[in-house]
């Protein structure tokens, strides 16, 4: 099957470019390369052809640069508490999901995500494309 990415997937990402048009975009990416395909990612898809992942850039602005990655990724994993599109997250070092209730812990696998932040959606992102309400990405209150 050929690989799609989740309608959550796209719709998040959009958002990301609609509210940072200026953003690096050198560390994005959806869809895992032979290197992803010999372990289990959410970048490679499935069966029926699912890509369940992004990165974005951690750079969102042209210069200068106010690092505010940190913040989205905050407000995603808060956000993911209700949100049930979002599987977990990994950014700088950490890792949230619901196996530890949206905490961040450490993330001890060998990339470590310090330039992207990766996303990972749940089947019920496949084709639900509504709005993520977050207050970085556009979300009006
Ligand atoms: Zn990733």
């Given at each position: 099957?050929?690989?799609?990415?989740?309608?959550?997937?796209?719709?998040?990402?959009?958002?990301?470019d609609d509210c940072f048009g200026d953003r690096d975009r050198?560390?994005?990416?959806?869809?895992?390369?032979?290197?992803?395909?010999?372990?289990?990612?959410?970048?490679?898809?499935?069966?029926?052809?699912?890509?369940?992942?992004?990165?974005?850039?951690?750079?969102?602005?042209?210069?200068?640069?106010?690092?505010?990655?940190?913040?989205?990724?905050?407000?995603?994993?808060?956000?993911?508490?209700?949100?049930?599109?979002?599987?977990?997250?990994?950014?700088?070092?950490?890792?949230?999901?619901?196996?530890?209730?949206?905490?961040w812990r450490p993330y001890t696998g060998i990339n470590k995500?310090?330039?992207?932040?990766?996303?990972?959606?749940?089947?019920?992102?496949?084709?639900?494309?509504?709005?993520?309400?977050?207050?970085?990405?556009?979300?009006?209150?």
């Amino acid at each position: 099957m050929k690989p799609k990415l989740c309608a959550a997937g796209k719709q998040l990402r959009e958002q990301f470019d609609d509210c940072f048009g200026d953003r690096d975009r050198t560390s994005d990416g959806w869809l895992g390369d032979s290197k992803h395909a010999t372990r289990k990612s959410d970048h490679n898809p499935d069966e029926q052809g699912w890509v369940r992942a992004i990165d974005i850039d951690r750079d969102l602005f042209g210069k200068p640069k106010p690092d505010i990655m940190p913040d989205v990724a905050d407000q995603l994993r808060t956000l993911a508490k209700s949100d049930k599109r979002i599987s977990y997250i990994i950014f700088d070092g950490k890792i949230a999901s619901s196996k530890s209730v949206w905490r961040w812990r450490p993330y001890t696998g060998i990339n470590k995500h310090l330039h992207h932040c990766h996303i990972s959606f749940t089947i019920k992102g496949d084709e639900d494309s509504s709005f993520f309400n977050i207050p970085l990405l556009g979300a009006t209150k």
